[in-house]
């Protein structure tokens, strides 16, 4: 169950760095797309995190990780309407200009790490 642990945290740390490189690769080059698009290796990181974290808890499989999992996924579920309605506005209003791959990889970056810190939130709570 330990090795488990380290596991998730070994990765997220690599995912990290991944990510740190990356971003300096692109903010030395001067293309910001390709900064928005490594931001999914910042949300594998975050997401590693949490189940490093979770892993204990997630492992029993109770009636109190059944609903951190349905709570989760609940409050999620509007976050997800609130960043798809503010994406869509800023993207009307032309405040922001981003390709679609861009904003695809925006959304999923974000999806990511609300449902997993949601849960990570809602397990200290419950």
Known sequence: MKYSRLAFLF?????????????????????????????????????????????????????RMKLIRQKGIFFSFF?????????????HTNLIQLTGSETISILTSLMICTVFISWVVLSKIY
């Open 11 to 63: 990765i997220g740390i690599v995912d990290l760095v991944l990510f740190v490189f990356l971003a300096v690769a692109a903010t030395i080059t001067g293309d910001t797309g390709l900064l928005s698009e490594n931001l999914i290796w910042l949300a594998m990181a975050v997401m590693a995190f949490c189940l490093s974290y979770l892993f204990p808890q997630f492992i029993q499989k109770d009636e």
């Open 79 to 91: 976050a997800f309407l609130f960043y798809s309605i503010l994406l869509t506005t800023l993207l």
